[in-house]
């Protein structure tokens, strides 16, 4: 069945500026959420529906796993993509045991923010129609 409502994707990361990009990729498609720390990104998963977290790793108190551990007891199946500038073999083995979707490392590339995006919608709620609105924009 053909989703008809936007998708709500949560942006989580300290740098206003980085989030400030991400609303210019998203905001078209999706209806956005921000939050500047990983306490915000818990009370907004707790109050309102989230489709998608997109989370940077390295954040004031809470870091981005500690994050994602606090919102997978809220919502097991929300897929969350944590952003990095630190991508290492040790933070990827820690993202799996959370149940993180993918991690990419900063700075992102747009193509591959919006394929880690739609596959992720696509194998959470089974739309595969989320890719089409990104294929004029990579």
Known sequence: ?????????????DDAGFREVLRA???P??????AGSGEE??????????DLILIDMNMH????????????QIDSRLPCILCTSDAT???REQAREVDV???LAKPVRK???LTNVASAIDSTYGDSDVSSPFGSMN
Request: cysteine-free; hydrophobic content about 50%; charged content about 30%.
């Open 89 to 91: 073999d040790e933070l």
């Open 41 to 50: 990104a818990v009370e907004i998963v707790e109050g309102e529906h989230v």
């Open 29 to 34: 498609l999706f209806l956005l959420f921000e």
């Open 101 to 103: 979707w993918s991690v």
């Open 1 to 13: 069945m053909k989703r008809t409502e936007p998708y709500q994707l949560l942006i989580a990361d």
């Open 25 to 27: 990729i998203f905001e």
């Open 61 to 72: 108190k809470l870091t981005g796993l500690d994050t994602v551990r606090i919102v997978k």
């Open 111 to 113: 193509r591959e923010l």
